[in-house]
Each structure stands twice: as C-alpha cells, then as structure tokens.
C-alpha cells in the first residue's frame, strides 16, 4: 500500500480500509458550486458519508480581504462536530494563496485542495480554474506560494483545455511540483460532461505517477456514480488510490454506502427535512440563503416512487422552508391514507 506523503492524507488512507476491512481506495466527495456546503454535507454524512469532503470551490483573493472575507463565509462555514472538510480555493496570483491559506490554517482547516479544473466562464476570464492548464509559470507559482504555510497541498485539474493530449505533458508537471494529492478529472474543460470520461487512459497515468512522484496520491472522478463502481474501477486499474464522486451524489445520497441497500421513501425525505432544517440553521448564522438553489436538492430525494413527479413539481412551486414543509406534511397524510386503502 502507498504511503501518503503527510500524516493528514495517511489518516484517510488507514481510515477507508478501517471502514471496508481491506486496501481500498479512499473515497471523497467533489467540490461543487452551491452544493458541498456545511449543509448538504451533514446531510450526505447522515446518509453514508466518504472518507473525505471538500468545500464549494473559493476565491482565494477574498479569503483574507478585509471586505470581501465576509461574502466567502458562508462557502467555508464548517458546523460544531462536523468532519474538518478540504478547503478547495482558485485564482491566479501567489500572493492571494499564501495570505488565504495562512487564515485558513488559522480557521483550523488542515489541508488545501487547488483548483485547476473549473470549466466556469467567469473563473477562466479571471485565469483561475482550468485556464492555469494553459499557463504552468502561474500554476507552478502559485503551487510553491501554497507550500510555504506548511499544510498538505492538492490539485485538482482536468486532461487538458482545449485538446486531449495536453495530459501527456500538463500532469507530468504537476506531479513534479511534489503535490500530495492529484485528482484528475477525466475530460477536458472543452468536453466540460458533454462525453463519457476517459476511463482508458487511467492505467497510463498512473504510470506516470509511478515513474515521476511514486508516493504521489492519484484520485480519479468522472462518471464514478457510487461507491461499487469506483471500487470496480479499482480494481480494474490497480494503483488508484482514491475516487471522487460528483454528480453521483444526485442519483442517491447513499452513493457512499458501503453495504448498498434499497431506501425507503420515509428515509429520503427524512433527509430533505433535515437538508431544510440545516438550511436555516446555516441561515441564522451567515444570513439569507437563497431557497431557489436549494431545489436543485429536491430531484435527489423525491425520485422513484408513486406520485414522485407530482410531489417535485409541489416543491419546485415552494418560495420557503416552510412552505416546502407544509407541502411535505400534505403528502405524508395522503401517502399514508393511500397506504391504508392499500392494505
């Protein structure tokens, strides 16, 4: 088994074959814009969480800005007793990395994770995200600036910009800037999820890993939709050392369970009351969330069922917790009447 290069990514390693009883790759959940916030990742958590989280991705400039630190709150809030998650930061300039992660550090997060992959328009016109795969002088500057406040630093990043080759020289590179973690998404920004990942070309990379950093950690994520594919795709590709689920999430928030089991419809909307009710609690400490991107949620937990189609469109006409409440409430005393006729 691969030995990380700190003790924090060691912890993960020996935590995810203490969870499964045997070497298996650790298991995290990716970075999302608007999703992986202190709230849907105590909900994940509660239903089967993975060995490792990461915030939504921030701008590293305004971390440690006198002003604008206050409008990234919320995007680093970490509740009492909740799993320390990975902060995953962007931009383009040394000096905003090394002043972020120094509050960061003071914040009690314990690793860094750089973003190098954002497809997003804006984060490219700020030559953050995937436009530092076009410029290596930056990534490489920023990597080094990253470093110097001591805390384990990872990249993740995608195969290319433009052009799918650009994998043969881009993640040579940046497994030679001594990285603890690489994740690799396996598309280009071009192909953004437009076309299946490149599952094939896996084994090739990890022969590069082998060859330039061998106890560099390689994270794979691309269409791994749950914990069973990512470990068939381990063992079909052995040298992976972890899976990143992404979109996975959305298909069921049991995606990380370990003994895959059917779900009840009260177990899921268990889940949507306690997303609501976090939802508020995160509202009382940073001020108003915007209920509109919480209904992205609600095709994860009203799917597959009777009347799933009908109690959705119910949610998606909400404007409040509330409101979403009493629609929830309604249901339940007509799905349980149902029932009852049923019987």
């Given at each position: 088994m691969r030995k990380a290069k700190?003790?924090?990514?060691?912890?993960?390693?020996?935590?995810?074959?203490?969870?499964?009883?045997?070497?298996?790759?650790?298991?995290?959940?990716?970075p999302m814009e608007a999703v992986t916030d202190t709230v849907f990742r105590r909900v994940v958590?509660?239903?089967?969480?993975?060995?490792?989280?990461?915030?939504?991705?921030?701008?590293?400039?305004?971390?440690?800005?006198?002003?604008?630190?206050?409008?990234?709150?919320?995007?680093?809030?970490?509740?009492?007793?909740?799993?320390?998650?990975?902060?995953?930061?962007?931009?383009?300039?040394?000096?905003?990395?090394?002043?972020?992660?120094?509050?960061?550090?003071?914040d009690g997060y314990q690793a860094i994770d750089i973003n190098m992959g954002c497809p997003d328009g804006t984060v490219i016109k700020n030559a953050g995200g995937s436009d530092l795969i076009r410029h290596p002088h930056d990534a490489e500057a920023i990597i080094q600036a990253a470093k110097q406040v001591g805390l384990p630093i990872s990249v993740k990043t995608r195969l290319g910009f433009n052009e799918l080759e650009t994998y043969k020289r881009w993640l040579p590179f940046l497994l030679k800037q001594?990285?603890?973690?690489?994740?690799?998404?396996?598309?280009?920004?071009?192909?953004?999820?437009?076309v299946p990942a490149h599952f094939e070309l896996i084994d090739e990379i990890l022969a590069m890993r082998d060859e330039i950093s061998p106890n560099t950690l390689i994270q794979f994520n691309g269409d791994i939709k749950?914990?069973?594919?990512?470990?068939?795709?381990?063992?079909?590709?052995?040298?992976?050392?972890?899976?990143?689920i992404g979109r996975g999430i959305f298909e069921s928030p049991w995606a990380f369970e370990v003994n895959p089991c059917e779900h009840t419809l009260e177990e899921s909307l268990e889940l949507l009351n306690l997303q609501l009710d976090l939802h508020d609690e995160v509202t009382a400490l940073y001020g108003p969330r915007h209920f509109q991107k919480l209904k992205r949620?609600?095709?994860?937990?009203?799917?597959?069922?009777?009347?799933?189609?009908?109690?959705?469109?119910?949610?998606?006409?909400?404007?409040?917790?509330?409101?979403?409440?009493?629609?929830?409430?309604?249901?339940?005393?007509?799905?349980?009447?149902h029932e009852l006729q049923k019987a």
């Open positions: 700190s003790e924090f990514w060691q912890n993960i390693v020996h935590s995810a074959n203490q969870k499964a009883g045997e070497h298996v790759p650790f298991f995290t959940l990716a958590e509660h239903a089967a969480g993975p060995d490792m989280y990461y915030t939504e991705f921030v701008n590293a400039r305004s971390i440690a800005h006198p002003k604008a630190k206050f409008s990234v709150q919320g995007r680093l809030a970490v509740a009492k007793g909740e799993k320390m998650p990975i902060a995953q930061i962007w931009g383009n300039r040394p000096e905003d990395f090394l002043s972020a992660i120094t509050e960061l550090k003071t001594d990285v603890q973690v690489l994740t690799v998404h396996l598309r280009t920004r071009k192909e953004q999820s437009k749950d914990r069973q594919a990512g470990l068939q795709l381990a063992q079909e590709h052995p040298g992976i050392d972890g899976i990143m949620f609600f095709k994860i937990y009203v799917r597959s069922f009777s009347y799933a189609s009908d109690l959705r469109m119910a949610l998606m006409d909400t404007k409040s917790t509330a409101d979403a409440r009493t629609v929830l409430a309604e249901f339940n005393e007509q799905w349980s009447a």
